[in-house]
């Protein structure tokens, strides 16, 4: 170290201000190389938005609970299955995967998808487009993404919950058979 | 600003070495204890109705009848001088099929058999189960439910 | 802020010493009386600034910094944060709805609770009962209901928001795998629910579920083929370890019951905790400030 620099330079103090520039760190954190500027007290701002967020989730919840009962149908009986027997909504895109070929539709496809799901950030590493919806320059991972994943999941439930009647058969919704009971 | 991976190369030192090996033994060890517990979940005894079943004298079944034993999920069919019990448990993912025009209809993906249980329309990739049949010797005829059979495992009455 | 002390007055003189031990009391009481008055007098101050080390109301900066600081509940969450990271359009919240979901899970979850039996024969009735003979039963399963039906969906929108900000980048990579670990394991709960009102639709979907995980014998078969291999019947085994049995029934109901109740929440309890803690490490939540651009 031929230069000494003066402290003061790198480590100016300002009076006005709480905080000061400490020490220099190597490291990966965003937190390094950033101003201190854009920055503001998580009390109140922070406070005051969790506090609401969880208000306004409560309110919908109970609302919900008090106006939407939800479903309860007779007690089970293991020798009459309903006609459709359907899963929960959040499942009938795999059941009806599960239509095509067991296997594959509720183990081999639902397991790939989980690994590729995690592979994600080890695959696409490349620094650009983090902090902003759909970046111009990461079009094809958002392309990717939506037509091999989002998609396919919503059509799939969409699929098994309005247009699939008796006996698992295609139906449209408003030509949907009602069961005999 | 820009961020500095740097990957360190490991030296794969004798100390190292024996480090490694305490920690693989002492996971081999955790994994053991955990294979036991998992096995605590493997059921040795079965909750249910027993397997095998009366379904009274063969007389009962004129040539050509169907009955349904919808307790236990089976169907005895007659044919001629043959008696067969075919499963009613779906082969795609477990529901009950219900006997239909064409034979057995499964109300959940749509799976269909014929009279005889050959799957006739998927999902379904096997066809029903056949159960085996025997002559008690109160002449009554009884079903074993844990004897699977193929398609016309039939027993012959006379 | 410093915490104010009294000293101890000295009392007025003795009125007449006293005889004997009765004395000697009366005359310690008369002499500690005021300061006993005086603690008595600060006594919400003195309670509250045991329990809260903090101003409840701050105002300068650093009282606002110490009040996160000094919360156990608050020092998880940084005491300064990005204004960026505070946009509801970025976030759309939806993290922390998952969470707030949860929370209200287990909240209704332990009332209900209270009033439900893992039994084939009672469970259904007990549902039965919600309705007609619980007060505010019904709400109460809604609430279970609803926050279980909008967790999924908001877990599902937050993965996707996640991903369409290319917040899963470096060095976020494994908070996005524990993040599908929470996606998988709050359908695994949502599955495991179900079973427990006992009715048509619980048993017949938990019927056609485990089956799916018995065909898993689709790969031992194939390993079979390999000489020397035996065939485990991988998928047979997997479905009697998840009911017990070959069908649904009791055994079922009560591995559903203790995995639902217990197992598989403080799982997701663990991992979320794991997850807001390298939310933290990670230096905040992404910020456009980390690309090149
Ligand atoms: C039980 C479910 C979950 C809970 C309670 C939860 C909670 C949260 C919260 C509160 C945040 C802060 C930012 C925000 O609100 O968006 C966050 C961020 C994050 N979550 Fe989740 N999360 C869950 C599931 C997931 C899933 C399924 C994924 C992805 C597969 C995921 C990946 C991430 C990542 C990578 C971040 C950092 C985002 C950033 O830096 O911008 N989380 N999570
Ligand atoms: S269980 Fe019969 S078709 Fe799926």
């Known amino acids: 170290m031929a230069k000494r620099v003066r402290e003061e330079e790198i480590f100016p103090r300002n009076p006005n201000k709480t905080y000061g520039l400490m020490e220099l ?18 009390w109140p701002h922070l ?27 007779k007690q089970a009986d293991a020798t009459k299955p309903p006609n459709p027997a359907k899963a929960p909504w959040y499942f009938l895109g ?23 799901l995690m592979a994600i950030p ?52 408003w030509g949907m058979p009602v069961e005999p009971q | 600003m820009s961020i500095n ?63 349904t034993f919808i307790d236990q999920k089976v169907s005895v069919i007659r044919h001629g001088s043959n008696i067969g019990a075919i499963s009613l448990v779906c082969k795609h993912l477990g529901c009950t099929v219900a006997p239909s025009a064409t034979g057995y209809d499964c109300p959940c993906h749509g799976s269909k058999y014929d009279a005889i249980g050959q799957v006739t329309h998927g999902p379904a990739q096997a066809n029903l189960d056949w159960f085996g049949i025997s002559l008690l010797p109160s002449g009554d005829l009884q079903v074993d439910k844990s004897d699977i059979r193929t398609v016309s495992a039939y027993y012959g009455v006379k | 802020m410093s915490v104010q002390t009294t000293e101890p007055k000295a009392g007025p003189p003795d009125p007449k010493p006293g005889i004997g031990a009765w004395g000697k009391l009366s005359r310690a009481i008369y002499r500690q009386a005021p300061e006993v008055f005086d603690n008595l007098r600060q006594l919400p101050y003195n309670l509250y600034k045991s329990i809260y080390r903090t101003t409840a109301f701050p105002k300068t900066e650093r009282e606002r910094s110490e009040a996160f600081f000094n919360s156990f509940l608050l020092h998880i969450q ?5 204004k960026h990271a505070l946009r509801f359009n970025y976030t759309f919240g939806l993290g922390l709805i998952s969470f707030y979901l949860f929370l209200l899970l287990t909240v209704s979850g332990i009332l209900l609770m209270f009033f439900y039996v893992p039994s084939v024969e009672q469970a259904y009735n007990r549902m ?36 369409y900000t290319g917040a899963y980048k470096p060095p976020r990579e494994f908070n996005w795998v524990i993040g599908v670990l929470l996606f998988v394991l709050t359908l695994v709960l949502g599955f495991t629910g179900y079973l427990l ?73 663990f991992l979320i905790v794991i997850h807001f803690w390298r939310i933290r490490k990670d230096g905040g939540i992404s910020s456009p400030k980390e690309s090149p651009e």
């Open chain 1, 25 to 42: 760190v190597k490291g990966s954190s965003p937190r390094v190389d950033r101003g201190p500027e854009d920055m503001v007290s998580a």
């Open chain 1, 47 to 73: 406070l005051i938005r969790e506090a609401l967020l969880f208000a306004a989730t409560f309110l919908v919840i109970l609302a919900l609970s008090v106006w939407c009962v939800p479903p309860l149908e």
């Open chain 1, 94 to 116: 795999l059941q009806e995967l599960v239509s095509y070929d067991a296997f594959w539709g509720g183990l081999g496809i639902p397991g790939l998808v989980i690994v590729g």
């Open chain 1, 122 to 173: 080890y695959l696409d590493r490349h620094h650009s487009g983090i902090g902003r919806w759909f970046a111009r320059s990461r079009t094809t991972a958002v392309t990717l993404f939506t037509v091999l994943f989002v998609i396919p999941t919503i059509v799939l439930i969409i699929l098994g919950t309005y247009f699939r009647g008796p006996n698992w058969g295609f139906y449209p919704p």
């Open chain 2, 5 to 67: 991976y740097e990957r360190e190369k490991q030296e794969l030192t004798r100390r190292n070495f024996v480090s490694l090996s305490g920690w693989s033994i002492f996971t081999l060890g955790l994994l053991g204890a955990g294979g036991l517990f998992a096995r605590f979940f493997w059921p040795n005894v079965r909750y249910g109705p027993p397997s095998k079943f009366s379904i009274g004298k063969p007389g009962n079944y004129p040539d050509g009848a169907q009955q």
């Open chain 3, 78 to 82: 940084p005491a300064k944060i990005e």
């Open chain 3, 128 to 163: 039965l009962d919600l309705r007609s003979s619980v007060s505010y039963g019904m709400i109460l399963r809604g609430m279970h209901f609803w926050s279980a039906n909008c967790m999924i969906g908001a877990v599902f929108f937050h993965m996707c928001r996640v991903f």
């Open chain 3, 197 to 269: 009102p006992w009715d048509q639709l619980a048993f017949w979907a938990i019927t056609v579920g485990a089956n799916i995980a018995g065909k898993a014998d689709y790969v031992s078969d194939h390993l079979a083929m390999i000489p020397g291999v035996p065939n485990m019947h991988m998928g047979v085994m997997m479905k009697n370890a998840l009911l017990g049995g070959d069908t649904v029934g009791q055994e079922a109901l009560i591995r559903f019951y203790v995995l639902h109740v217990a197992l598989l929440p403080s799982i997701l309890f």
